[in-house]
């Protein structure tokens, strides 16, 4: 069975600070992983994935993420926050045996707010 | 291009109705799942379709009946709503296993 957790379901920065947020996975099988962001009153929208190519995962809007077998984690990050990050954030997992079906594990979701 | 469209937008029920949650995609992909989303806990798959005629039932079922009839449309049906399904809906759809999923915009149900 799979499961994700983000630690930490509210995260504040001021706008131009780092954006840190992160999830961790437990998977028996080789992971796809992924990071979807939610606007509110919106579904959501894929930000990056990995697929076991490179390890570091460039994503839209200045995300990124860096899958860490040893640690089992997949954080979110961005260098410098601005005010439109303000959003949900979701970490999800499937199984990248090919038998996913389009099914994914989500993780609780992460609240980012930004400050100006 | 509309994507994964989800009718309505928002409903009320009382206890014990029933009711269909519409979905259709118009990007002719194969699979196809139903997800609820409740604060503190993400997204839980409802049920889900491999393809017209094939469903199978996800992490949380209970009172609701789906099936795929075309390509494009997959309706969820809750058959006696309780207030336990409040809750917002999402339909999603994939072209292929490698699990990313485009989804609709949601329906939010209130049952009373």
């Known amino acids: 069975a799979q499961s994700v957790t983000q630690l930490g379901s509210h995260v504040s920065v001021s706008e131009g600070a780092l954006v840190l947020l992160r999830c961790n996975y437990s998977s028996s099988v080789p992971p796809y992983l992924f990071w979807y962001v939610q606007y509110p009153n919106q579904g959501l929208q894929l930000l990056l994935k990995y697929t076991s190519a490179a390890t570091l995962v460039k994503g839209i809007n200045g995300f990124e993420a860096e899958f860490k077998k040893s640690e089992t984690s997949f954080h979110l990050t961005k260098p410098s926050a601005h005010m439109s990050d303000a959003a949900e954030y979701f970490c999800a997992v499937s199984d990248a045996g090919g038998t996913s079906y389009g099914k994914l594990t989500f993780g609780q979701g992460t609240i980012l707010t930004v400050h100006p | 291009n509309a994507g994964v469209t989800q009718t309505p937008k928002f409903q009320v029920l009382k206890t014990g109705q029933s009711m269909t949650l519409q979905c259709a995609q118009d990007m002719n992909h194969e699979y196809m799942s139903w997800y609820r989303q409740d604060p503190g806990m993400g997204l839980r798959l409802i049920h889900y379709?491999?393809?017209?005629?094939?469903?199978d039932q996800g992490e949380v079922p209970n009172g609701y009946n789906v099936s795929r009839s075309t390509t494009e449309d997959f309706p969820l049906r809750l058959l006696s709503a309780a207030p336990s399904q409040t809750s917002v809906y999402f339909c999603a759809s994939s072209y292929s296993t490698n699990g990313r999923l485009h989804f609709g915009n949601g329906t939010r149900l209130t049952v009373t």
């Open positions: 379709s491999v393809g017209a005629g094939i469903t």
